[in-house]
């Protein structure tokens, strides 16, 4: 099984310095034939090994009592590092439930909310609701549980100066390496908000929230303690989802918001899990559609140098052309970011 060995040696290395239970687990399952057995019943085009840490972390956090918890930090209080006994143990819960592992890796995706992010698309959403000189409709592909689409339901901490929701009980924190950002005291106006994605995630259904955490990796307090911040917020005011594909129905999405409405598109990761050719068809469609309304598409990009960052570009039409600008790179999970705009 070279590909999924690959895929895991490959998230062991990016887990390295981030999560070293992820990072061991994954060295050791990369030789290891009956998880590597168990981890292809996942769906061709998904990340394996995201799935079946995730779905493991999902069910141990059911089991506790399962010699395996002793290692994770979001289980166990004093967690044990890594050790001979820590993958025998992985290996053993894995095999002895694999029943229960089996329809998670076929039924469920690598949804994470990264809640964090909204630090960038603060102030990006921010510039763009400037250009537009008015309230925007809010449309974003990709959403998962739909956590970002309430962004300006947060407060923000950028090295100490505090902006947003001042009365939100979420409070992120990120650092600004490198430029000035727009960072207005009270968030942009939203007009309306609308996620589209193929398996939307329900924040007010148990099993979906427990699987958004469960993707959280464990070591990750800060990231867990935000999600379930905005969980709470969520449950309150529970943005809306549409079942359906970023592509067909994004232009029937568009057709329900007034036509004089500055509409803002937003994804920040979503593509890169996508085949190309999808990318290239939506950017199309939005371009061609840049020409028929206001329409400002603010969109991600992956390693933009094999570096540690990720970046935001923000696209529009200016007179008869398509105009990118490059606005912000940024830790994969909004814990930094540097304004390029």
């Given at each position: 099984?070279?590909?999924?060995?690959?895929?895991?040696?490959?998230?062991?290395?990016?887990?390295?310095?981030?999560?070293?239970?992820?990072?061991?687990?994954?060295?050791?399952?990369?030789?290891?034939?009956?998880?590597?057995?168990?981890?292809?019943?996942?769906?061709?085009?998904?990340?394996?090994?995201?799935?079946?840490?995730?779905?493991?972390?999902?069910?141990?956090?059911?089991?506790?009592?399962?010699?395996?918890?002793?290692?994770?930090?979001?289980?166990?209080?004093?967690?044990?590092?890594?050790?001979?006994?820590?993958?025998?143990?992985?290996?053993?819960?894995?095999?002895?439930?694999?029943?229960?592992?089996?329809?998670?890796?076929?039924?469920?995706?690598?949804?994470?909310?990264?809640?964090?992010?909204?630090?960038?698309?603060?102030?990006?959403?921010?510039?763009?609701?400037?250009?537009?000189?008015g309230p925007l409709a809010?449309?974003?592909?990709?959403?998962?549980?739909?956590?970002?689409?309430?962004?300006?339901?947060?407060?923000?901490?950028?090295?100490?100066?505090?902006?947003?929701?001042?009365?939100?009980?979420?409070?992120?924190?990120?650092?600004?390496?490198?430029?000035?950002?727009?960072?207005?005291?009270?968030?942009?106006?939203?007009?309306?908000?609308?996620?589209?994605?193929?398996?939307?995630?329900?924040?007010?259904?148990?099993?979906?929230?427990?699987?958004?955490?469960?993707?959280?990796?464990?070591?990750?307090?800060?990231?867990?303690?935000?999600?379930?911040?905005?969980?709470?917020v969520a449950r309150d005011?529970p943005p809306e989802l549409?079942?359906?594909?970023?592509?067909?129905?994004?232009?029937?999405?568009?057709?329900?918001?007034?036509?004089?409405?500055?509409?803002?598109?937003?994804?920040?990761?979503?593509?890169?899990?996508?085949?190309?050719?999808?990318?290239?068809?939506?950017?199309?469609?939005?371009?061609?559609?840049?020409?028929?309304?206001?329409?400002?598409?603010?969109?991600?990009?992956?390693?933009?140098?094999?570096?540690?960052?990720?970046?935001?570009?923000?696209?529009?039409?200016?007179?008869?052309?398509?105009?990118?600008?490059?606005?912000?790179?940024?830790?994969?999970?909004?814990?930094?970011?540097?304004?390029?705009?």
């Open positions: 099984m070279p590909d999924l060995q690959t895929q895991f040696r490959d998230l062991a290395t990016w887990a390295e310095d981030s999560s070293p239970l992820y990072a061991h687990l994954c060295r050791e399952a990369a030789d290891d034939p009956a998880v590597l057995d168990l981890a292809a019943t996942v769906p061709e085009g998904r990340q394996a090994p995201h799935l079946l840490l995730a779905a493991v972390h999902y069910l141990l956090d059911r089991n506790p009592d399962h010699r395996l918890a002793e290692y994770y930090p979001s289980i166990t209080r004093a967690a044990r590092a890594p050790d001979d006994e820590c993958f025998p143990a992985f290996r053993e819960f894995c095999l002895d439930r694999a029943d229960d592992i089996r329809p998670l890796l076929r039924n469920r995706r690598t949804q994470t909310n990264a809640v964090r992010r909204s630090a960038v698309l603060y102030p990006a959403i921010a510039r763009v609701a400037r250009a537009a000189d809010l449309v974003e592909l990709g959403p998962s549980a739909g956590l970002n689409l309430l962004f300006d339901h947060y407060r923000y901490d950028y090295d100490g100066r505090v902006v947003g929701n001042g009365d939100s009980p979420v409070t992120i924190e990120s650092s600004v390496r490198r430029g000035d950002p727009p960072l207005p005291e009270t968030p942009p106006a939203i007009r309306s908000r609308v996620g589209l994605d193929r398996n939307p995630l329900d924040v007010t259904d148990e099993a979906d929230r427990d699987w958004l955490r469960a993707l959280v990796w464990p070591e990750h307090e800060e990231r867990r303690a935000v999600l379930d911040g905005s969980l709470s005011d549409i079942p359906g594909d970023m592509l067909d129905d994004l232009p029937a999405v568009l057709d329900g918001i007034p036509e004089d409405v500055p509409v803002c598109v937003v994804n920040t990761l979503v593509l890169y899990q996508v085949p190309a050719e999808l990318s290239e068809a939506l950017t199309a469609s939005l371009e061609d559609l840049m020409a028929d309304r206001p329409l400002h598409w603010l969109t991600g990009r992956r390693d933009l140098s094999g570096g540690e960052s990720v970046g935001l570009d923000w696209k529009r039409q200016i007179g008869d052309g398509i105009e990118t600008t490059h606005l912000a790179d940024y830790e994969p999970h909004g814990a930094w970011l540097s304004w390029r705009g």
